[in-house]
């Protein structure tokens, strides 16, 4: 079963008077423990078509289904990290991740001890007790993401989770994503407008065009797993970049 489908999707904002169509008829699927990308030009609807997902925004027209279920526009219990994760700066780094337990109904303790067993795993050990501005750019998307990975749910929602970072902390955090990935065996939904953040981590990618968004591409990814850096020489991801690229300048032209 997919976890996952949009089916169909138009969807709009409406700011007073005006009205501003962002997708126009958006069909994607999540399989189970599938990690699948959308990539797509600045202000194309790809931060929309995560909020749907999440229920945090009703489409015009269109159903999506987590798990076979119309949500219907309300709120899901999905790891959702937003485009602007932003961790309250007045909360340790512990206390920040533990957020989701405690909505969840953990007391304050069981929740800082689950926090704490999963830091290293994060590569954040000794810093429990750190507030973000003590923490760097890597170390504070780290957290949000340890965050996100606290919501017990099977559907992971990333907005470009990378985007702000140097290259070479972005490629560590990539790795160890997929390293996340495979251990919990969820299903992902990353956005990014980076083309070689797509084929490096995902299965399977969709190329969104510009707004009004429509899907222009659906691309397997059939490289091996685990991803290795060195892949990103290999003639196969020329290959997918080439094809990626074309389907975005297409778009441009
Ligand atoms: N809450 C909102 N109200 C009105 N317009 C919005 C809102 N959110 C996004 N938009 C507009 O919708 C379009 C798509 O936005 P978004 O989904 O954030 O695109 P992307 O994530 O691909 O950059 C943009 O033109 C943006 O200005
Ligand atoms: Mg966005």
């Avoid at 219907?72 to 309250?88: E, K, N, T």
């Avoid at 067993?117 to 954040?124: A, I, N, S, T």
């Avoid at 981590?201 to 659906?218: F, K």
């Amino acid at each position: 079963m997919k976890r996952l489908i949009l089916q169909d999707i138009h969807s709009s904002y409406y700011t007073g008077s005006q009205v501003l169509p962002v997708l126009d008829g958006v069909s994607l699927q999540v399989g189970a423990g599938e990690f699948v990308s959308v990539l797509g030009p600045s202000g194309s609807g790809k931060s929309t078509i995560l909020k749907l997902a999440a229920g945090l925004l009703k489409p015009d027209r269109g159903q999506v289904l987590i798990d076979g279920e119309e949500i219907g526009g309300h709120p899901q219990l999905v790891s959702f990290m937003p485009q602007q994760d932003l961790l309250f700066p007045w909360k340790t780094l512990q206390d920040n991740a533990a957020l989701p337990l405690l909505a969840a109904g953990l007391s304050h303790r069981a929740a800082r001890n689950r926090v704490k067993e999963l830091l290293p795993v994060f590569g954040l050990e000794g810093f429990a007790g750190y507030y973000p501005h003590q923490l760097s750019g890597g170390m504070r998307q780290r957290a949000a993401l340890l965050r996100t990975i606290m919501v017990e749910s099977n559907l992971m929602l990333l907005d470009e989770p990378f985007a702000a970072l140097d290259a070479l902390t972005r490629e560590s955090l990539q790795d160890w994503l997929l390293k996340i990935w495979s251990r919990y065996q969820r299903s992902v939904l990353l956005v990014t407008h980076s083309i070689d953040e797509a084929i490096y981590l995902a299965d399977r990618i969709y190329v969104i065009s510009e707004r009004p968004g429509r899907i222009r591409l659906e691309q397997r990814i059939d490289l091996e797993r685990p991803r290795r850096r060195s892949l990103v020489t290999t003639p196969e991801f020329s290959l997918y970049k080439k094809i990626l690229i074309e389907a975005l300048e297409t778009e441009r032209a």
